[in-house]
């Protein structure tokens, strides 16, 4: 039998060719930790959908924070919890100089000035509706949560946010954004934005954890069809447009083509959120000692590089780069 003289399997052969023709690594520079924050002290409690991601009032967070510096995770995420009480129509409280998210923002960067702070730009934390955008007879008024979203940004900016994350898929936010930054001074604060991000079912944990669902109806008028492809790319080229800094994929592992058409079109960095029911299922599976969990993990990241993400969002992290160190 003849058989070709090419023969992949050399490069397959030991340990140390494997290691060297290896394409996709994972390191934590390129990782961002989320954070889901409460008011309060001292708390710490495990999100019953999400084991081994906590709900941390700031001054756990803070210690929290100090674990993953250790281990070379520089860049964090930070989502908040309002209190029923807080919230209203027009998520007043996310601009309010008392909010106690703005605080957290300015706790982090007191703390950790080599870190990275990403905030969350979107009204649905602090909106008694529950949605992304001012909800009115069953609309989102996409302009008019503009101007809420600019003040929301400002007073992030102003506590001293490196990246903003809008994360509402408002029409023209990323430009509105930016024009309000700059005009505030803010030049230098970037803009990681939420470019495609589509109406997932892989939400629901994250919705638990912060109890933000939406009180009626659902997102489809603004996040995007599971279905849709092509659109992204319009998405992309208008954040480019508009002067985002960053563009990203939300969920990821069923979206890896979208992940990887957007590297093939743009220069800018690809974010890949690997989202709260894709680290539930793994989680739900592992306990059931369906999946090995650490190969499972380090082999969902690796396809989201591979497919071309430079930065992941992951509830894995930490517990990923515990166990390389
Ligand atoms: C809301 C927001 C959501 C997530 C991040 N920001 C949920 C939503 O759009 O309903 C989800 C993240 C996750 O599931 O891990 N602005």
Redesign the pocket.
Known sequence: MEINTRRPRRNRRTESIRAMVQETRLHPSQFIV?FFLVEGEAIREEISSMPGVFRFSLDEALKEAAICLELGLTAFIL?PAIPEGKKDKYATWSYHPECSYLKAIAAFKAQFPQCTVIT?V?M??YSSDGH?GIYENGQILNDQTLSVLGKMAVAQAQAGADILGP??MMDGRVGYLRKALDEAGFTQVGIMSYTA?YASC??G???DALD?APKHGN?LSY?MHPANRREAMLEAQLDEEEAADFLMV?PALAYLDIISDLKQHSVLPIVA?N???EYAMVKAAAARGWLDEKRAVEEILTSIKRAGADIIIS?FAKDFFSHKA
Request: glycine share 4%; net charge neutral.
């Open positions: 989320p989502f969350d979107a649905d934390p992304d994360s509402d991000k892989f939400y944990p994250f919705r933000s997102k996040q939300k959120y989202v709260s029911g509830y």
